[in-house]
């Protein structure tokens, strides 16, 4: 273990984003904050509420739970709308799957259980095992995260679920892009010399607005060789892995393993 003295490191997390910054600055790491992606609560949306009130019609056969936080979100809307206690009586009737650990907390974290969580972590293992248990005829409903995973649902209704998809946020662009232009300035000319990326969409994000300012290729060529990228696990690696760049992963998908990693591979 060494420590991250004299390196830039590129943050692109807007959630828990203090404390991983903090764990770096401990480290010796100068950081620079970049948010590829703004997360937006949705308690009043519509589409969410008409989507909750048809789990609450009938009951629900399985419930998907894709991220801890969404959960937590789409039942503390619930909660403002006077519907919680319903829910949750609902929920303890469906046999629910969740993709990891910190679905399967927040779900045990309502008082639930689930049947069955993904060893991998990922969605593609989730939604397998879905399909593996047979979804014809049945009521499923598929606690979304930022954005639709019709990849994996298409799949659900192709095989004859009766599908039901709950938003609780959607990732969208941060309002104030300075600091991921800067960011992106840092990357091209060596300055920041290492990115870590704790979600797929802020991962994704980094590569279009490369697109978006005519520097793409020479993103791809710092990413290649001079820059090192450290992500959370595979599922956040996948958009750079697409596109032929290395990437450090810690054996466990968490903030914590993923400084460690850093120290251990850059410190010194």
Known sequence: MGDLTGLTIGVTAER???????????????VRHAPMIHIVPLPDDRR???????????????????????????????????????LLATLRRARIFTR????????RGRGLSEEWSAPEESNRQLFAHLLETGVAGKRVAVQLHGSPLREHTAALADAGARLIELQPYRWEWPSDMEPAYRLLDG?????????????APATANLLDL????????????????????ACVGPVTAAPLTAVGVPTLQPERQRLGALVKLLVSELGG
Do not use: H
């Not at 000319?189 to 979600?199: E, H, I, M, N, P």
């Open 16 to 30: 828990r984003a203090e404390e991983f910054i903090s764990a770096l600055e401990r480290n010796g790491a100068t």
């Open 48 to 86: 969410l509420r008409a989507a909750t009130e048809d789990v609450l019609a009938e009951d629900i056969d399985m419930l998907a739970v894709t991220t801890g936080a969404g959960f937590r979100g789409w039942l503390d809307a619930v909660e403002g709308w006077g519907r919680s206690d319903r």
């Open 100 to 107: 990891g650990p910190k679905g399967r907390g927040a779900v």
């Open 187 to 199: 990357v091209l000319d060596r300055r920041v010399q290492a990115l870590a990326f704790t979600s």
């Open 210 to 229: 490369a697109r978006q300012r005519g520097s793409y290729e020479d993103l791809l060529r710092a990413l290649q060789s001079d820059v090192v990228c």
